[in-house]
């Protein structure tokens, strides 16, 4: 065996040189899996933790007993049944690898472990690569040939491993680029030589066509100019110059290879331009490879290309990353195998401008508002908004919306322009974006809402709403706030006017409601929300009764209402009124005691209002009136003295009023009660004694007592009292004089 690499090592011309390249298809996108699970070269798992790789006469595995077992298709899938799920997509990779080229895996082998070992600060010591999993047979050899090996910059690592996907993707121009950036004649590499030469080769004969197409442009000869840039392109690609030939001569209404009347047409999406291609290149059974790309215009400069990536779908292709403010065409490339099968199909030129989206409006009252959203390379927008009576100045324009105001009845065309700027320094405009819309005539709202209060009624009174239908609502929820523009809508339609019933001096609330009443000016189809009060109507106090008791006041009893924690008592006298409120528990406790003017009153009660911002109304029926207070005295007056006895008693019978005495007074009756012969007992009532006076109500007046003679039919001693009989008596006090003077004996 030799010591070095570049001799005859191991089976006869097994290895010459070290690659420079792993020249296999998708490395890129193997090293990542690679890297992705931590492995340091793809022998980490293509052999047992501890187990060592041969490399030199082949890609071997240590096994049992110092026997080596070379690492094959069948070994690959027996290892992605030992490592476990995480490794089997890796392995399947490096399986299919090797099925198309058995000395792929040891070639990628070598390029990792070269890697590593040039990259290790002890490059030189053997060890290293018996570190790396190298049998320590070989570990020397490789050593010194990675040492002499051409040591590659990052450039041309990322040239060497992307060299076979653009070779074997057609791209010929980008592997010449590759090819470029790399060692010359392959650095030793013997296979990497080989394929510097077939790109050679295919970049001459592409070379060759371009050339034979030219002149057969210039010579008027259409067609053999066509086929002339279709074989450059077949050849190549990637090759600008055929591409951007085949697009010159390309024949309108789709004369090319998509068929007679294929139509490219284009237009923009939000940040992007779609492409279609008409009739679609979809079929029943597959969809036909092809290839699209965006041709640039560039003054003074050949039109740039650019490749549109993905596949085409139902509504073709979409341009993602279009150049904003300039001109392009698309260009559709029918392709077999990858590489261009015809005459693409060609678009019209179309300015890069994409207008607005999601434009919007609203109006109100002599008002239009829009919003929209701007293209993200948009320097700004021209904003243009016409009426009947021309161009609207005026408008207050802001970042993706605008407002107008003060504007007339009528309909009105919005269009807005995005505005770019060009490759040479000057700005251009898309085409614009209409909208038309209508400003309807809109009700005056409700400035002021006011209630005036009566006995269970209020009437409302409100300014403004001068050319709407007023109308008093209460809103399910919170009200909307005063001002606020409102438009019918079905699903959620306003509330219908108050139910409360209509009386003489206005509406009745229900008692014991609490209720929001708002103002809503309606016109047609739109409305504004009003002011708003809160109406309280507490709950109706029954049962009440009020009677005078002594020392000026008045005894007022009444059902206490149902969930109410207070009643109000309102005493109201010769205009003047005075509140008294009681709750619950004292009203049991102690009753109700007010007082009162001797003169005629009115007593209401209400229960408390449960808010402190309503406006109250009190339940209708709840006062009670009081007429002035009427008093009867009466006393007994002795006898004038006659020698030495007196003569009969008088009874003096006197009326007072606080006010004007009524017409009919109760009657008024004098009774006796005996003693027997015992201290006389005072009588209960009119039955309990003898009766000896009666004196008619009209016989009294204010100022004019009345006296009358004591009857002396009855032997002392005996008891006198006197009691107010018939209509009206409950409503007369009785002024009795001291009982002593009352006795006769």
Known sequence: ??????????????????????????????????QALGLRHIGDALVERGRVLRVLDGLFEEGAGRRWQHIGPDRLRRMGALRGEAYRPFLARLETVQLQDPAALRRILLYQLVELLQAHPRHSDTRTAVSLGVCPTEAAALVRAAAACHHLTDEQRRAAEELEDAWDSGKVRRAALLVALLPAGGGGDALLRRRFADIDARVEEADNALDAAREAEQSGDARAAEDGFLKAARLASDCPRARLALVRLHRPAGHGSAGPGAVLTTRHMPEAV??????????????????????????????????????????GWVDRDPPLGQEVRYAVFPLRDGLVDGPPVVSDVLLVAPDVSALRSTTGPGRIDAAWTEPSGALDVRVVLEGPDGPVDGIEVRPGALTATGLN?????????????????????????DRHITVNPWPTPVHRLDA???RGSVQFSWSGGQNADV??????????EPGTELTHDPATPWPAPLSWEAVADGLAPPPGSVTR????????????????????CPPAVAG????????GRARITFDWPAETGQVMATVEQDGANSSHRVTRSTYVREGLYVDVPPSAFTVALSAAPRTTDAVVVPAPGSATAVPAEISVSYRIVPGPRRRLRRGPALLRVALSCAGEAPDRLPEFVLVARAGGGRAPIRPLDHTDGTTLLRLDGGALSVGRPVELPVPTDLRPPYVLRGFLLGDGAADVRLDEPSPPTLVVR
């Open 471 to 480: 109308r008093l609502v209460s809103w399910p929820a919170d009200p909307p």
């Open 544 to 551: 009440a009764r009020v009677e005078r008791v002594a020392g």
């Open 274 to 315: 779609a492409v279609s291609l008409h009739p679609s290149p979809l079929t029943a059974n597959a969809t036909p490879d092809r290839h699209v790309v965006r041709l640039t215009r560039v003054p003074g400069a050949p039109a740039g290309i650019a490749e549109i990536p993905g596949a085409s779908s139902a509504v």
């Open 1 to 34: 065996m030799g010591l070095e690499f570049g001799h005859d090592l191991g089976l006869r011309r097994a290895l010459r040189g070290l690659p420079l390249s792993p020249l296999v298809t998708g490395y890129r996108h193997l090293l990542a899996q690679q």
């Open 517 to 536: 009443v708002s103002a809503l000016a309606v016109l047609g189809p739109h409305a504004v929300a009003g002011p708003g009060l809160l109406v309280e």
């Open 409 to 433: 009845v009528g309909t009105y065309v919005l269009r807005v322009h995005c505005r770019y700027r060009s490759p040479d320094a000057t700005v251009v405009e898309s085409a614009g974006t």
């Open 452 to 454: 005036t209060v009566g």
